[in-house]
């Protein structure tokens, strides 16, 4: 049985819902999607901008800046490779900005979503052997035979690392040159 107190406070719950219902409060839903803000991230390196990161968004030559894939929040960057340029054994890595504060590295590589082809680069190993730290990642160091266009993407968004500060935030895939 209810007493007489549970049912005064029952009643007050039920004034206090049918006063909130009848408000006119309503608000209106949202359908719109979600943007992801635009994120920069540059290719800097021993032929991309001279190791500068000071002068890149400055550079004459933009086209050190990864590019947004569509309305994804993925980026990426096509590099291109040249037999000449090869010879040099040319590196690079990734900044964020005009400035080395933030860097990606090998570290940063997903090295196993890359393809084989690019991971035949560096016979014999695996992530684990790219131990720099945060503030200073390790130079993408292209040797032997490595002439040919690399398609490298770009994840803001992968926020994994692994108990060494490896993060997941770049896939290259490499096609030799013909």
Request: charged share 25%; proline share 4%.
């Amino acid at each position: 049985m209810f007493s007489k107190t549970k049912m005064l406070l029952c009643a007050v719950a039920l004034v206090g819902l049918v006063g909130c219902s009848g408000s006119g409060d309503e608000f209106e839903q949202n359908n719109s999607q979600y943007v992801a803000p635009e994120e920069t991230m540059y290719v800097i390196g021993s032929h991309w901008n001279s190791w500068t990161p000071d002068t890149i968004e400055e550079a004459a030559d933009p086209s050190c800046k990864f590019l947004r894939q569509g309305e994804t929040s993925i980026y990426y960057y096509d590099l291109e490779v040249t037999d000449a340029m090869a010879t040099e054994s040319p590196m690079f890595k990734f900044i964020a900005g005009p400035s080395w504060d933030v860097q990606y590295g090998m570290e940063d590589v997903d090295f196993d979503a890359c393809n084989d082809a690019f991971k035949a680069l560096f016979p014999g190993k695996t992530k684990e052997d790219w131990k720099e730290g945060t503030g200073n990642r390790s130079n993408i160091e292209l040797t032997g035979d490595c002439a040919g266009s690399y398609h490298i993407t770009y994840n803001p968004y992968d926020l994994r690392s692994d108990d060494e500060g490896r993060g997941f935030k770049f896939v290259i895939n490499f096609t030799a040159a013909a």
